[in-house]
């Protein structure tokens, strides 16, 4: 995906429809992924309906589901 070509929010969907594929993938519920991450149930939810959430809490999350290396 050429992420030059989307806005702010295209970009931020776009993360919350990868990691929430990866969630899936790791078989885990949102409560579950919750505890691995210490990122709230209710966060993840609206992060995946929204694309909403902090640069920290996003982090969290992708650190839980897969590597960070993978970012740089």
Not at 37 to 51: D, R
Request: hydrophobic content about 45%; proline content about 1%; some cysteine.
């Amino acid at each position: 995906m050429n992420f030059s070509l989307l806005d702010d929010t295209d970009v931020s969907q776009a993360f919350a429809i990868h990691l929430r594929g990866l969630r899936k993938q790791a078989k885990l519920s949102r409560e579950a992924l919750a505890q691995r991450s210490c990122v709230p149930a209710s966060t993840i939810k609206k992060f995946e309906l929204t694309g909403q959430i902090s640069f920290r809490q996003l982090l969290l999350l992708w650190q839980s589901l897969d590597s960070l290396d993978r970012l740089y």
